[in-house]
């Protein structure tokens, strides 16, 4: 069975760091594109950044508001991937869901929703002083 755990949120002032990771099970990360995606109360869910699969050369992509201050990377042997966000601001705040999409012979990766097919439970990030 196919899963993915994210963890690493929590509350954190403006200004402040988190690194959320995604964990994969039951499938090998490295032919799949991964996507990190937030949804805010009230809102609909965003892509907030991902990458390609290992194998179509790992390029990233990101949406402009978190251009500069998050990065995604991956980590194949343990089968992660990782969001580090630095510069966190109260806009940031929201549940943080990874997925993921078999995309071993396709390049880049796409921001949107309905792109993915393997979804984890989410984590909650909140920014506030």
């Known amino acids: 069975q196919r899963q993915l755990v994210e963890s690493g949120g929590g509350l954190v002032q403006p200004g402040g760091s988190l690194r959320l990771s995604c964990v994969a099970s039951?499938?090998?990360?490295?032919?799949?594109?991964i996507g990190w995606f937030r949804q805010a109360p009230g809102k609909e869910r965003e892509g907030v950044s991902c990458?390609?699969?290992?194998?179509?050369?790992?390029?990233?992509n990101y949406t402009d508001s978190v251009k500069g201050r998050f990065t995604i990377s991956r980590d194949n042997a343990k089968n992660t991937i990782d969001l580090q966000m630095n510069s966190l601001k109260s806009e940031d705040t929201a549940a943080y869901y990874c997925?993921?999409?078999?995309?071993?012979?396709?390049?880049?990766?796409?921001?949107?929703?309905?792109?993915?097919?393997?979804w984890g439970q989410g984590t909650q990030v909140t920014v506030s002083s």
């Open positions: 990458i390609s699969s290992s194998r179509s050369g790992g390029s990233t």
């Open positions: 997925a993921a999409v078999f995309r071993a012979g396709v390049s880049g990766c796409q921001l949107r929703v309905s792109g993915y097919n393997y």
């Open positions: 039951g499938f090998t990360l490295d032919y799949y594109a």
